[in-house]
């Protein structure tokens, strides 16, 4: 196996990886299609949104007494158990709100409101959410806000260019996991290690909501103080946002219940059934481990199953940029550019970032739905995409994104269409 290209699934594990999302192959009106723009959501497991509708199905208060309210809460507790699963989580506090972008503002403001600093850092790539959080509290408390640039090269942010505005009166570090432009995976255990030593109790808070469904995330290897994904780009539901928060983060000055304990976050009665597809995202990636190892310990078979997810997206990725039977690929057709083309592939996830010679990306687009594919422009009028594409000197980039259970069948097909295209 060469992990530097990746490695598909065996062919029976996809067929039954394929069965278990809605559709892949087809629309809701049965019209095929693929759908390549899982960097603005993701497929839904049908066991996810299956356990959603069970459990909110059910017109039982949690907070009560009774069997029905105990069964309730021991969802929520199998759920936030899986929670910490997923990020490898010890301690601290489980925070589920609306999306994940709010809880980004709430973990944002407790640090920027009550740690003391003269500045605080994040980077040009980060989501609207994380960046616009700490522009308003570096405002709002009198910081100044310091911006790491981009490496238009690679589509990230150098370590160093990170570690090079942090001082002993940074207050906080906000850091994206991976960009979900180009798909460029931070160094984030380095970072932080690196940040620490620069400036000892560091506080920092990670956007993980890109990466978390094509990766392992490692709160031991990389200790940070708040982190957040979202169900809805991870297999699941919309409809919330769940993020973790170390013991002195969770313990700062926020909007809480009196009654309930410092470090509580949670405001309101809980919802069971976003805390069950949590858990049933967790079964999914624990099945793939158990395809491949022979353990029992649900980290592990986790670690395993999220690994064997990468590889199966790292060949993807090597397939779209090389082309696979006969097919060429991005790379070495006429009339397109890659952008962010970096050569190492495991410095990146399952995005590509295309230009082509004779459409503007939304005209692409257009074209692409013609043809039955899904992608998405990334335009620099957008307020999602403009700040980090001016950043890379480009006004725009067609955005191709896959998901692990797509096969290289649908990459050939993709690249056919794409060639057509590139031909216009």
């Not at 409809?239 to 949670?266: D, I, V, Y």
């Amino acid at each position: 196996m060469n992990a530097g290209k990746g490695e598909f699934f065996p062919e029976a594990l996809t067929r039954e990886v394929v069965a278990r999302f809605h559709h892949v192959e087809r629309d809701m009106d049965g019209r095929e299609r693929l759908f390549f723009d899982n960097a603005g959501g993701s497929f839904r497991l049908k066991a996810a949104l299956d356990a959603y509708a069970q459990i909110d199905a059910l017109p039982d208060c949690p907070e009560r007494i009774h069997e029905r309210a105990r069964y309730l809460q021991d969802v929520q507790a199998h759920g936030e158990s899986d929670i910490r699963t997923i990020l490898n989580a010890e301690g601290g506090s489980i925070y589920a709100s609306l999306t994940a972008s709010g809880a980004m503002f709430d973990m944002v403001r407790a640090i920027m409101e009550n740690v003391p600093g003269t500045n605080a850092v994040t980077t040009v790539l980060e989501h609207p959410s994380s960046y616009d959080a700490m522009t308003l509290y570096a405002e709002r408390t009198g910081k100044t806000l310091r911006v790491a640039r981009s490496n238009p090269e690679t589509g990230g942010v150098d370590v160093d260019e990170i570690l090079s505005l942090i001082d002993q009166d940074t207050a906080l570090l906000s850091v994206i996991y991976a960009s979900n432009i180009s798909g460029a995976k931070l160094d984030i255990a380095t970072i932080v290690e690196r940040a620490r030593a620069k400036k000892p109790g560091l506080f920092i808070v990670v956007d993980a909501v890109q990466h978390a469904p094509h990766g392992v995330i490692d709160l031991k290897q990389a200790p940070v103080d708040g982190i957040n994904f979202a169900p809805y780009k991870f297999f699941g539901c919309r409809g919330s946002g769940m993020s973790w928060l170390s013991q002195r983060a969770a313990e700062l000055p926020h909007h809480r219940l009196n009654a309930k304990q410092l470090g509580e976050w949670e405001l309101g009665s809980p919802a069971p059934a976003q805390f069950a597809v949590v858990s049933a995202i967790v079964d999914y990636v624990t099945w793939i481990g158990q395809y491949f190892c022979d353990q029992t310990d649900r980290r592990t078979l986790f670690v395993e199953g999220m690994h064997r997810i990468e590889l199966h997206e790292r060949a993807l990725l090597t397939a779209l940029l090389d082309g696979y039977g006969g097919q060429g690929g991005l790379r070495e057709m006429h009339g397109i550019e890659v952008y962010w083309d970096h050569p190492d592939l495991t410095k990146r996830d399952l995005i590509v970032g295309v230009g082509f010679q004779n459409l503007e990306p939304t005209e692409a687009v257009r074209e692409y739905e013609k043809r039955g594919a899904i992608v998405y422009e990334r335009v620099a009028s957008s307020l999602y995409s403009g700040r980090m594409l001016k950043s890379f000197n480009l006004s725009g980039a067609v955005r191709i994104s896959p998901l692990h259970c797509h096969t290289p069948r649908d990459v050939v097909r993709f690249l056919a269409i794409t060639e057509e295209l590139a031909a216009l």
